[in-house]
């Protein structure tokens, strides 16, 4: 079965740090761009970042640089999300999407193919 599978959510305090992973299933990732977003409740989805497939170029949103990284291990088919110093506003669920190619938006969420089911994290004391 085709799917992506977020994990690494949770709770964590304000300055805390989290890694996200999203991980392939049924097909290889090297050649597929991936996207985070993440949706808070009320408001709509917001591009976090993206890694373009064959060791494509990565880009994050402003809320994002300097604290969150973007990585990929194509042997174990996962991309990973390192999120540090996380504020409150970080608060969402976080999804990944996926598309083949070597470019990756974090403007244009239609154009990914595939979405993960989310992963929830929490910024709170």
């Known amino acids: 079965q085709v799917q992506l599978v977020e994990s690494g959510g949770g709770l964590v305090q304000p300055g805390g740090s989290l890694r996200l992973s999203c991980t392939t299933s049924?097909?290889?990732?090297?050649?597929?761009?991936i996207g985070w977003f993440r949706q808070a409740p009320g408001k709509g989805r917001e591009g976090v970042s993206c890694?373009?497939?064959?060791?494509?170029?990565?880009n994050y949103a402003g809320s994002a640089k300097g604290r969150f990284t973007i990585s990929r291990d194509n042997a174990k088919n996962t991309v990973y999300l390192q999120m540090n110093s996380l504020k409150p506003e970080d608060t969402a669920v976080y999804y990944c999407?996926?598309?083949?190619?070597?470019?990756?938006?974090?403007?244009?969420?239609?154009?990914?193919?595939?979405w993960g089911q989310g992963t929830q994290v929490t910024v709170a004391s």
């Open positions: 999407a996926t598309r083949e190619g070597n470019r990756c938006s974090i403007k244009e969420p239609r154009w990914y193919d595939l």
């Open positions: 049924g097909f290889t990732l090297e050649p597929y761009s």
């Open positions: 890694i373009g497939g064959n060791n494509g170029s990565s």
